[in-house]
Every structure is written in structure tokens, then in C-alpha cells.
């Protein structure tokens, strides 16, 4: 066979698009996800629920049509992220609808509708979103206008007409009956932003500079965004009281100045400037001690019993889970949102909350895959932020419920009830899916794009 | 940029086995402890979604699940009210549960390990798993003339069967009625709940195992016993009992309970001493046997040791380090010896057997959903407290007691009844506390009792064991041996 190929002097490699192994998984996606439904059903009220056909047919085509989409205009594209991604907003769907019923809410009530009609318009956002950004690099040709748009999105709560405060946080804000955390889209911008601003400024970060006690030091100039990410992030835990985006937001530009630069020292400096923000903060603010009182021990009678409650959520659901609508998830408050994850291990088990970890891990994955083989340094950095954000927020939520960090408040992608993250997440997924298809595209097969790319691809420097 | 994405790729995977880790141990290692954390209700939930097993007595359920049309779906319900309180206790959804049906919680909720092969076959043929039912040693009868007996008094009736040790009455007063507390009522609940803590005549409160009293006169049957154990006394022995007693090394002195001495020239012998209750003669018996002597005596019986009948008792005690004139005291039940009612019927019910006295036992056995036994409770020695001639000598001295002696009123005509009064000051210018134990019949015992009731003695002086619980303690008796 090898001496086959030897013979020829092209080799002429067309990389399969795989959309027919995309279509199969998402077939196998929404079956899950309308047996999950059915299930909840048949424990709830003993019958199937009246909608299951018609629900199960408008999911599919939805996604149908979101696939045929991705066929025609991202035909490359990952294979895996669409079905992962819609399993893991029908399962939240599900559990939502859940929740609802043990509140007495019926079909036709209560969160879930919400929540389905923000899936329908993450949905549309999404495919409008990977029609109109035919190349991810344009979007980096808007750099400052994203970090604009990204820092006043992040601020939009701190005004007093639009700004909402809810728990404690002040990171909503409201129009009417509707409320929306726009520090999920401001994430997305800024994560533009630090990836078109590395792309530009990498060899200054990492090459200019004096080493100091053999340390390397990048020069003050250079290191004004750190400062400035330091105190952007150290302005949202004191303004709005939201630990959980300051953490993400930190931890998404030190990640990424690390992966440009290719110095570790940028790591210590950023996890020292880190744990510094979080002392001072420790000792400023009480209600950042009231969590950290609550981490060390969740079943303290003076302080919220929250936690212990998921705790014990998840202790009730053991290794294989009560079973989806027959445990008790709505006795812990904000089942549906900020705890769906202790939700899924009541009902669940640990063997069904280890799955749905392990979806958002391959999410994770895929999006630092798509990183590792996107051809230009713009479109590496985004991808990594794009899935490393979804890596850090998936531990901040997870590991906030058990006690690995403290709690902060943070949504659960895809799962949770709310359409600024629903939004968000698609958004990613959707950049995720364009920069992989770039990655994956054969490079004759579009002279236009190719003729943007070509002049990057050269210069990215792949160690 | 590769290799950074890469060493990132290793960060992230590091991330997501944290939370793997995190969910496992919580979900694996700690949910044990998670579920069996006092007032989870998701524990208590899944707990009112089975049917509870019953708690029986003689065949009869006084704590048993119905079916309810709510949330819970079990109701717990106690048919004879506020006849078995002490011994079940209560069971509810906000205050959790007590007594029997918290010990033996895990077997009547169908949870517990030993129900393990039982529970893998319901599950093999699909049967809904229902918890296993305790069935209890008191005796219907003697419980209902326990608690009659008793009536409003404030007190506590303990009912042992000598030759086992197991527990044939239990009653404590004032109590409570469990059904107030198992309802799914939660207001209602919470308002009994609310009422029963704020009563100052504590209805919760087991008299019977929980309250330590001074015994007073009841606690001379151990010095006693201590006494003709040493071998230097026989109830014939003659000892000193002056009409008062110059406490050693002070200047009070200690009376009788009735004016003048307890026999002629200020001496008696020990077996007129128990029976006409002399306080003199026990004072100085016991100072002369020592305080290490009455110690091990009383130990012996089952003073200062921990009990579980399943429901812990507090240990009755017998102080150490007394100067003479505290000895003195305590010889007579006074001072700070304190005693619960169980211990007193554990005193007689040892006597009663040849000295041997029987560790009490409330549950008799656990039988699963078709009535086969899955435990049983063994009788098992506590301790050989004296020798079966000793016993046999007190059983003479306690029959002296109620034939011509102060316990005459606990007298039933046809059965030899042996038993001892006590009226036990607690306190200047309090009524005293009246005691009473015995059992019968003394030939073949078949039941030992102790009554206490608490300020019982408003007759005045010993009259109040006599005369308040002896009558109590002849009813229980009597409905023991069956007359």
C-alpha cells in the first residue's frame, strides 16, 4: 500500500467532511433528549407527555436545518460540536421542564417555555451568525471595536436606569420582563479582543524585556493589558460583586497571553496577581469571606444552606441516580439555574453527571483542537479562548457545587436557565464550527479564502 | 503556538478530573453521610415513599403506615395513642424520631444492611420494598394497667420480667400523643411540637430511663444486700438503730422517719430494719461496711453503667470520695445517689432471680413483611449481683416489708409479694418522691416493677412510697401474674 502512494508526487488529500457521521450523532442527540422528555413524563404523571411528537419533531427539524446550514456553508466544519452542543441544551431543556412540574407549573408555563423560545433564538442567532462570518479573521480586524464593545457590554449593569441587582450581584440587566447577564456576550467580545491584540503584539511580549533575578520580565509598556485585565476584572468583583466573571475573565487572558507568547513567566505573573486580587478581596469584602466560610464548611447553620442542599441532592441520587423526575432537585434553590449541575446528579447519578462532564470536556477539546489546527495565529488564539472559557466555566459552576472552589455564581453552558448564556454558548459554538472548517478546509478549494489566509498561514510560527 | 495549546490541553484535563474526582467522592464516598445528615428531607422524602414497618405489641400494631392520598403517601399512625409513646416514640416529617422508631429507624424504613438479601430479591421480582416490623416485649396488659395505675401522677412505671430482663411495661406521665407530631399537617405539627417543648411538666421526657430521682428507702435493699454479702450479717443480725444518729465528724443528726428508735434499747435486727424502713440502722450498717462495699454493690445491680434498651438509659450513680457523713446519707438513697425507675426494677428483678440480674430488652424480635423473624434479642446476664443465697435472704426481708412492714397496701390476697417503699427527699420544704419495688410472686417471679412518683410523698414522711406507689404497684402486678 505505502509503495503506492510513494509513486505519486501529490498526493491529493481531500480531508472528508464527516457532516454524514454530524447528522447520525444528532439524530442520536435528540432521540436521548426525547426519551429523557418521555421519561420525566411517564415518572411525573404516569403518561407520555401530549407534545412528545410534535416537540420531538420541531426539535428536529430545527436541528436538521441547523445541520443543512453548517453542510452548505461550513462543509469542513467539526462534526462533533453541533450534537454535543444540542444534547446538552435539550437535556438542560428537560430539566427545566422538570423543575417547572415539581413547582406545579404545567406544559405551556413556567421556565422551560422561556428557555425554548431563547433556544430558538440562540438557534436563528447562530445560523444567522455562520452565514454573515464566512472567515473568523474578519473578526479580527475589529480588535478595538470588539474590546469597546465587550468593556461597555461588562459595565452595561453598573447603570442605574438598564443595571438589575438579583442575589446580590449586580450583572443583569433588565428591559421590561426581560433580564439578561450581558457579561456572556461581553465575554465573547473580549476574548476577540485579547486575540486579535496578541496576534499583533507577541513578539513584543515575548522577546522584548530584561530577565530579573533570572526571571524573565516583559517591559512595563507591554505589560499595561495585564494590569489593566487585573484591575477590569478586580473593578467587576467590586462593582458587581460577580467572583465567577472576574475569575474567567482573568484566567482567559493570562491562558491566552501564555499560549501567544509562549513564556511561562506570564503564568506566575498572572497567577501571583491572581491570588493577590483574591486575598485583597478576601479581606475587603464580606461576602466573598461569607463563601469561602460556606466552601470550608457547607453545613455551617448560620450561613445559606444552598450548597449543602445540592450536596445532599447529589448524595440522594448516589451512583445511578433516582431517576429523571423522581428525586427531589427543586428542594435546592435555584435548581433550574445556578444548580442544575447537583439537579442532573440527583436524578441522574454520578454516572449520568460524569457523561454530561464529559460532553462539555469534549467540547473543550474540540475547541483546542480546532486551535491546534487553525492556520493562522488570529484563529489559534480564538479557538483556545473560545474553548478554554468554556473549560473555565465549566469549573467554576461544577466545582463551585462541589466544594473543589468556592461557590460562584456562573451559568452552566447550554444547561442552564437563561438565554444570555444560551446565546453566548451558541455563539461559541458556532466560531468554533467556522474556525474548525477553516482549519479543515482544502486550501484550492476557496481562492477567496485562501487568498486572505495565505499571507498569515506563513508567518505563524508552529513550534 | 502548538505546543502552549497543548500544555493548556493538559491544564483543562487537569480541571475536568478535579471536578470527576469531586462529583465521585461526594456522589460514592460521602453520600452515606449525606443521607443519614440529621434533617434531610430528601432522606425523610424517599423514607414516607415506602411503607414503614409496623411496631407490634403481642401481635397488635401500636405504630403502623396507612396509605395517604398527599405528597408523603405513608401516613404513621398510632393506634393506642399515648399508651406506647414511651416505648415507640414518634415519628415526623419536621422533628424527626425517637425512641423505638429511631433505633431500630433503618429496619423500619426496609434501609438497613441486614435487610440486604430481602431487598435484592424485591427488587429481582419487582416488589415495591416495604420495611420489617419490631416487635416489642411489653405486655398489652401490664402496659394498660401500668398506665391507669399511674393515671395523672406525675411519674414513671417500669414492668421487668425477672427471669429475662425484657421490658413488660413502660410508662411515663404526663406523655404525649405521637399521632400529633406524625401528621402531614406541617402547621399543625409544628404547633404540637411547639406545645410539648414549651410544657414544664416535659411530656417528652422518658421518667422512666431519662430522669435520674434519689432513690431514697428503696436503695437500702442494696446496702442490703452489700451487707449480707460481706458474710458478717444475717438478717437476724442485731444492729444499732436509735431513734437519731449523730452524723460523724458533724454536728447535724439523722432522724427516722417516724419519732423513736427502731426497736428496743436502740437496737434491731437487719430484717426489721428494711422492714419498718429505719434510717438509723442503713446509716450505720453502711458505715461500718464502708463506702467501696455499697459502691460495688450498687454497681453490681447496674449503677454508673451505660444501657441500651434500645434507647440509651442515663446511668444511675453512686457518688465516690464521701466523707462519713455523706456515706451515711447515701446509705439511705439520699445525698447524691440517683437513680432511674429501670434501675430500681432491675434491683428487684435480680433479687427476684437467684441475684442474677438480666440485661432489660424492649424489642423482642424483627420479622419482615410475612412475619418471618430476621433478628431476635437474646437474654443475656448483666451481672450475678449476689449469691442465690444472699437473694434468697432479701426476698425474706422484702416479704417482711409488705406482709407487716411499710408496703402492707401493695399486699394481693393468695401471692407472696416482695417489695420495698422509699420516699426520697429532693429537696427543703419539697414533697418527697414516692417509690416503690417489687415482684411476684415470690415463690416463682414472674414480674419485678418500680414505681416512682414524683412529689408523691405529700402524706408526709415514709408513708408516701407506702401509701402512693405500693397501691400502683399491685395493679401492675397483678395484671403481670393475672388476677
Not at chain 1, 459595565?155 to 441587582?165: D, E, K, S, V
Not at chain 1, 450561613?303 to 447529589?314: E, F, P
Not at chain 1, 473543550?364 to 489546527?373: D, F, N, Y
Request: aromatic share 8%; net charge positive; glycine share 10%.
Amino acid at each position: 500500500m505505502s509503495s503506492s502512494f510513494a509513486l505519486r508526487t501529490i498526493t491529493p488529500h481531500t480531508p472528508r467532511t464527516r457532516r454524514g457521521v454530524e447528522l447520525l450523532l444528532l439524530a442520536f442527540a435528540i432521540a436521548i433528549v426525547l426519551l429523557a422528555y418521555a421519561d420525566v413524563g411517564l415518572a411525573v404523571d404516569n403518561t407520555l407527555p401530549p407534545d412528545l411528537l410534535t416537540l420531538g419533531i420541531g426539535f428536529g427539524v430545527v436541528a436538521l436545518a441547523l445541520h443543512l446550514l453548517v453542510r452548505w456553508q461550513a462543509a469542513y466544519a467539526d462534526p462533533i460540536l453541533l450534537p454535543v452542543a444540542t444534547l446538552l441544551n435539550g437535556l438542560g431543556l428537560v430539566m427545566i421542564h422538570r423543575l417547572d412540574l415539581a413547582q406545579g407549573h404545567h406544559i405551556g408555563q413556567g421556565a422551560a417555555v422561556r428557555q425554548l423560545l431563547w433556544t430558538g433564538i440562540s438557534v436563528l442567532v447562530a445560523g444567522v451568525l455562520l452565514v454573515v462570518v464566512r472567515d473568523h479573521r474578519r473578526l479580527g480586524q475589529y480588535t478595538f471595536t470588539f474590546a469597546l464593545a465587550g468593556l461597555v457590554l461588562l459595565l452595561l449593569p453598573l447603570t442605574p436606569i438598564l443595571g438589575r441587582n438579583i442575589n446580590g450581584s449586580r450583572i443583569w440587566i433588565g428591559l421590561g420582563p426581560l433580564s439578561f447577564q450581558p457579561s456572556e456576550l461581553s465575554k465573547i467580545c473580549v476574548i476577540i479582543f485579547f486575540s486579535g491584540y496578541l496576534v499583533q503584539k507577541r513578539d513584543a511580549l515575548s522577546l522584548v524585556g530584561r530577565r530579573i533575578l533570572g526571571f524573565p520580565l516583559p517591559r512595563a509598556r507591554d505589560l499595561g493589558p495585564i494590569i489593566i485585565a487585573w484591575l477590569a476584572s478586580l473593578a467587576v468583583l467590586v462593582f458587581e460583586s460577580d467572583l465567577g466573571t472576574s475569575l474567567l475573565f482573568f484566567g482567559l487572558f493570562v491562558a491566552l497571553l501564555y499560549v501567544a507568547t509562549e513564556r511561562r513567566s506570564w503564568i506566575v505573573i498572572g497567577m501571583g496577581l491572581f491570588l493577590a486580587g483574591c486575598y485583597a478581596a478576601y479581606l475587603l469584602f464580606a461576602h466573598f469571606q461569607v463563601r469561602v466560610d460556606l466552601w470550608i464548611n457547607p453545613f455551617n447553620p448560620h450561613l445559606s444552606d444552598q450548597l449543602a442542599l445540592g450536596l445532599m441532592g447529589m448524595g440522594s441520587g448516589g451512583m445511578l441516580g433516582t431517576g429523571l423526575g423522581q428525586g427531589h432537585p427543586d428542594l435546592t434553590y435555584f435548581a433550574n439555574s445556578d444548580f442544575i449541575i447537583p439537579s442532573f446528579g440527583e436524578e441522574l447519578g454520578l454516572v449520568g453527571l460524569i457523561a454530561i462532564i464529559v460532553l462539555f470536556a469534549i467540547v473543550v477539546e474540540r475547541g483546542l483542537r480546532a486551535g491546534i489546527a487553525a492556520r493562522d495565529g488570529f484563529g489559534k488564539l480564538l479557538a483556545t479562548g473560545l474553548g478554554f472559557s468554556m473549560a473555565l466555566q465549566v469549573f467554576v459552576v461544577v466545582g463551585g457545587v462541589t466544594r473543589v472552589i468556592p461557590l460562584t455564581g456562573l451559568t452552566t453552558p447550554f444547561m442552564s436557565a437563561g438565554g444570555s448564556s444560551l446565546i453566548a454558548n451558541w455563539i461559541i459554538i458556532v466560531l468554533l464550527l467556522r474556525i474548525s472548517d477553516q482549519a479543515r478546509r482544502p486550501t484550492v478549494d476557496e481562492p477567496g479564502a485562501s487568498a486572505v489566509g495565505s499571507a498569515d498561514t506563513q508567518v505563524v510560527k508552529s513550534r | 503556538m502548538n505546543a502552549p495549546i497543548r500544555r493548556l490541553g493538559l491544564v483543562v484535563a487537569a480541571m475536568f478530573c478535579a471536578l470527576l474526582i469531586a462529583t465521585t467522592t461526594i456522589q460514592f464516598f460521602q453520600a452515606k453521610a449525606l443521607n443519614d445528615r440529621p434533617g434531610n428531607r430528601r432522606t425523610l422524602l424517599s423514607s414516607y415513599a415506602r411503607q414503614r414497618g409496623s411496631i407490634l405489641v403481642g401481635g397488635n400494631a401500636v405504630a403502623v403506615s396507612k396509605p395517604s392520598n398527599d405528597e408523603y403517601k405513608w401516613l404513621r399512625t398510632y393506634p393506642q395513642g399515648t399508651t406506647y409513646a414511651a416505648a415507640t416514640g414518634y415519628y415526623s416529617f419536621l422533628y424527626g424520631s425517637s425512641a423505638v422508631e429511631s433505633r431500630y429507624g433503618s429496619l423500619l424504613s426496609g434501609t438497613s444492611d441486614q435487610l440486604f438479601y430481602r431487598r435484592f430479591t424485591d427488587i429481582v421480582t419487582g416488589q415495591k420494598p416495604q420495611g420489617a416490623n419490631v416487635d416489642l416485649t411489653l405486655d398489652a396488659k401490664v402496659q394498660k394497667a401500668a398506665k391507669s395505675a399511674l393515671g395523672s401522677k406525675v411519674g414513671a412505671v417500669v414492668a421487668l420480667d425477672p427471669k429475662t430482663g425484657a421490658i413488660l411495661a413502660m410508662v411515663t406521665s404526663p406523655t404525649y400523643d405521637p399521632n400529633e407530631l406524625s401528621g402531614h399537617d406541617l402547621t399543625t405539627v409544628q404547633k404540637n411540637w411547639t406545645s410539648l417543648i414549651k410544657n414544664t411538666s416535659r411530656p417528652l421526657l422518658n421518667r422512666a430511663t431519662s430522669e435520674l430521682y434519689p432513690p431514697g428507702s428503696t436503695f437500702k435493699l442494696i446496702v442490703s444486700a452489700a451487707a449480707l454479702s460481706s458474710g458478717k450479717y444475717t438478717p437476724q443480725t442485731s444492729v444499732p438503730g436509735p431513734a437519731s444518729l449523730r452524723l460523724p465528724q458533724t454536728n447535724t443528726t439523722l432522724p427516722n422517719d417516724f419519732s423513736g428508735a427502731c426497736g428496743p434499747g436502740g437496737r434491731t435486727t437487719l430484717i426489721h430494719a428494711l422492714e419498718i424502713s429505719c434510717n438509723t440502722a442503713f446509716a450505720s450498717v453502711g458505715l461500718s461496711l464502708g463506702q467501696d462495699a455499697v459502691a460495688a454493690q450498687a454497681q453490681r445491680f447496674g449503677f454508673g453503667q451505660q444501657l441500651n434498651i434500645p434507647m440509651s438509659v442515663a446511668a444511675s450513680r453512686f457518688p465516690t470520695g464521701l466523707d462519713p457523713a455523706q456515706l451515711a446519707q447515701s446509705s439511705i438513697g439520699q445525698y447524691d445517689v440517683q437513680s432511674t425507675p429501670l434501675q430500681m426494677a432491675m434491683v428487684s428483678a435480680g433479687i427476684a432471680n437467684g441475684g442474677r440480674v438480666m440485661t432489660p430488652y424492649l424489642v423482642k424480635d424483627v420479622r419482615d413483611d410475612n412475619l418471618d423473624v430476621i433478628s431476635s434479642t437474646d437474654p443475656k446476664l448483666f451481672s450475678t449481683a449476689v449469691s442465690s443465697q444472699v437473694a434468697s435472704e432479701l426476698k425474706t426481708m422484702m416479704l417482711a416489708v409488705v406482709d407487716s412492714g411499710t408496703g402492707t397496701r401493695a399486699q394481693i390476697p393468695g401471692v407472696q409479694v416482695a417489695g420495698k417503699t422509699g420516699t426520697a427527699q429532693h429537696g427543703q420544704g419539697l414533697p418527697a418522691h414516692a417509690w416503690f419495688t417489687a415482684f411476684a410472686p415470690a415463690d416463682n417471679p414472674k414480674i419485678a416493677v418500680a414505681v416512682l412518683v414524683e412529689n408523691g410523698g405529700k402524706y408526709g414522711a415514709e408513708a408516701g412510697g407506702g401509701s402512693v406507689a405500693a397501691p400502683i404497684a399491685k395493679q401492675v402486678i397483678e395484671a403481670g401474674i393475672g388476677r
